[in-house]
């Protein structure tokens, strides 16, 4: 027979709790964890004392606790994402005097065979919708918005408002920069600004498609137009993109002898497949991009002039990512939070030399290639910290040789940056009295902290 004595109740009551089939968590008003059962505890790495008074959001990756706590609403059996698995979460308020001052949280998952299948099950689903989700984009539409297109230095700032001054109307676009820069991205969120967001974005990679193909690929044929045509004849992207836009990726790369055929369609606003006598009209909005020089490739008579006049109506330059370093941050921090949102994981912190590094760098393959980076070092971290080791040796070897090839402007930023840090930590943060002491004017100084990342 059980006495009452409250602490054996306690004990007895964990005990019940800490071996209970799911996993429990308790919050108070503001979403503050004050309870959570020990094999919750170790599925999240956590210590079940270290957890508790840290707001929920800190503790469990896509929580809606807090907002439990703040709706008052049972939730129940709701599908939440935890380090790279498909949960069951039912959340219910706890009430007290009719007022809500809490919540309990319960997570269903156990390693049982069971579940393991119908997580595999969950995962097939989704994969297969996202396949087809993509599979519907390339045919049809626009991944990106503009709302995207992450950066905050000046140059960043400029595009973005370019983008939004020229997305309506019809003239061709031409988006300059090397490769990886965010081309095709702004090519997208021009679409989706346009009113033709409504009809087809339809791409096509002049560097890719054989040059025999070109032509059927872009105009499309008509039944019998060649041995093994399809019956029926087949559309090419600029039908597919009638009422939208065609984006014509790496234009400098276009076969000369579709240069001036491409030119015609422009000119005339009409195609005619191959294989057919009749032209047919189009209304087709035409974005390229190119990371060649086409100037050059005007000289060398490789690219003709009247197409290059004809594509580059209204033109926007991107900056390659080393020339805006102010958005290397913004652009892996955004990585990271995406990246982690797909995968599961938690990265809480990342060293101040993976940073420097970072800034250092020169970046060859511009915004692609970090965001290579942080997936890799997300995927081979071991913890919840991003190190200079979570990089796989190629690419801490990149780093580092870079790091040995600083140019003078960049000891020089190095430096600016660390007299500010230092005189920002002395003077508590005060602008004007750091300002004064640097003898430069707050303005300046703003800048330099947004520049740096201060
Ligand atoms: N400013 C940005 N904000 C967020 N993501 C970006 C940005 N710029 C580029 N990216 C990402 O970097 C990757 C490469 O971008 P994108 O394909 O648009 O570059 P590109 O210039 O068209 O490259 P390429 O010339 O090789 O075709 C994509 O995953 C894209 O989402």
Redesign the pocket.
């Known amino acids: 027979m059980l006495n009452n004595d409250p602490l054996l109740k306690h004990n007895i009551l964990e005990t019940i709790i800490d071996s209970a089939y799911e996993w429990i968590v308790v919050v108070d008003h503001e979403g503050i964890v004050q309870y959570m059962n020990k094999t919750y505890c170790e599925f999240l790495g956590e210590n079940p004392r270290e957890v508790i008074g840290k707001h929920v959001t800190n503790v469990i990756e896509n929580t809606r606790m807090h907002k439990a706590v703040l709706q008052g609403k049972v939730e129940i059996a709701d599908l939440q994402f935890i380090r790279g698995n498909y949960m069951i979460a039912n959340r219910i308020p706890i009430l007290h005097e009719g007022k809500v001052i809490g919540a309990v949280g319960t997570v269903i998952f156990r390693d049982t065979e069971q579940w393991k299948k119908m997580n595999s099950h969950i995962k097939a689903l989704l994969h297969e919708l996202d396949f087809y989700k993509k599979e519907w984009h390339e045919i049809n539409g626009a991944t ?1 918005t503009l709302n ?4 905050i230095s000046r140059e ?1 700032e400029k595009i973005k408002d370019r983008v939004k001054n020229i997305a309506s109307g019809d003239l061709s676009v031409l988006i300059r ?1 090397e ?7 702004l090519a997208h969120s021009i679409h989706q600004l346009s009113e033709r967001s409504a009809k087809p974005f339809i791409k096509i990679n002049c560097g890719a498609v054989p040059e025999h193909l070109f032509e059927s690929e872009l105009f499309g044929y008509s039944e019998g137009a060649f041995t093994g045509a399809k019956r029926g004849g087949k559309p090419g992207k600029f039908q597919l993109a009638d009422g939208g836009t065609l984006f014509l ?1 790496e234009i400098g790369d276009l076969p000369q002898n579709m240069q001036i055929k491409l030119l015609r369609v422009l000119q005339e606003k009409e195609v005619e497949p191959v294989g057919s006598l009749n032209s047919q009209k189009v209304n087709v909005r035409v974005i390229a ?1 190119t ?1 060649r020089p086409l100037e050059q490739l005007i000289e060398n008579n490789k690219f003709r002039e009247d197409l290059f006049y004809r594509i580059n109506v209204l033109q926007i330059q991107i900056p390659p990512l080393r020339e805006r370093k102010e958005d290397i941050w913004p ?1 892996a921090e ?1 990585f990271i939070r995406s990246n982690c949102r797909e995968t599961g994981k938690r990265i809480v912190k990342i060293d101040d030399d993976v940073k420097e590094a970072f800034l250092q760098y020169t970046w060859p393959g511009n ?2 290639e970090l ?1 290579n980076f942080v997936e890799a070092a997300i995927q081979l971290t071991q913890s919840d910290q991003i190190s200079l080791d979570a990089f796989p040796d190629f690419l801490r070897e990149k780093l580092k040789v870079h790091e040995a090839q600083k140019s003078l402007k960049d000891y020089v930023h190095e430096t600016e940056k660390k007299v500010i840090s230092s005189y920002l930590k002395k003077m508590d943060g005060d602008i004007k009295a750091v300002a004064n002491a640097l003898g430069i004017g707050k303005t300046n100084l703003y800048d330099k902290i947004k520049k740096y990342n201060i």
């Open positions: 990106y995207d297109f992450i950066g960043a920069g490769s990886g820069t965010g081309k095709e991205l990726d991009a990371n652009l955004s915004t692609r965001k």
